[in-house]
């Protein structure tokens, strides 16, 4: 059975949800024949390539809210990545362009390294004080991960390296209606929209594999990502 799970690395509750579903994939009995599958999905494609800002100021901007209140809203985001066992910083975070990561992702896929440095990218962005906008830094985590480093100069080095891949991703995310990430697609019968919890992931990767009736795809909360490129949170 394939599992793909569509994610942005800019996006903690797909952070969040991934090790969510590593917890519901290790309760499900069939966990050795699924094959997992990471696609792209770019929260904020509009974004000018090399352009960063504070994720704080960013959530403030975007929400209207104070400083003090953006920071509250990391702070609920980041009790509930700790409650899974995930580091989260609150402060020093930036905010930018992925395209550059999704390519890189991509050429790890096409390395069966993909899992490792999706995995490090993560850690960077949402546990180190590592900037994943910094082509230095992805550079590192792609030789981290186990490419080789001319490799991945070249594909960074190269915008169109991978570009079509990354591409076709989302274009399948659309087609397949998903308008926010994390987003699980099991064998392209079953949708779940959403971190859901690791309970949520067991049962539908049972009722899958069982072939029965489609699960509704979960509507997507508060623990889902949007295109605009922040990810909101309930009210304190």
Known sequence: ???????????????????????????????????????????????????????????????GRTLDEARGMEEHVAATARAEGLEYRTEGRDHGNTFDIHRLL?????????EELLDLAFRAN????????DPEVLLALGVEAGLEEAEVRAVL?????????????????????ANAVPFFV??????????????VFTRALEQAWAGREPVEPTPTTADACTPEGACPVPRA
């Open 1 to 63: 059975m394939r599992v793909e799970i569509w994610s942005d690395i800019a996006c903690p509750w797909c952070y969040i949800g991934k090790a969510r579903f590593a917890k519901g994939l290790a309760g499900f009995a069939h966990r050795d024949e699924v094959e997992v599958v990471f696609r792209s999905f770019e929260l904020d494609p509009n974004s000018a390539k090399g352009a960063t800002a504070p994720v704080v100021e960013m959530l403030a901007k975007k929400y």
């Open 157 to 177: 080095a190269d915008g169109s390296a991978y570009a079509a891949q990354v591409r076709a991703d989302e274009r399948e995310a659309a087609e397949l209606g």
């Open 106 to 114: 991509h050429l790890a896929a096409a390395r069966g390294r993909q």
């Open 186 to 199: 099991l064998d392209r019968r079953y949708g779940i929209s959403g971190g859901q919890p690791a309970e």
């Open 126 to 133: 949402f546990a180190e004080e590592r900037s994943v906008f």
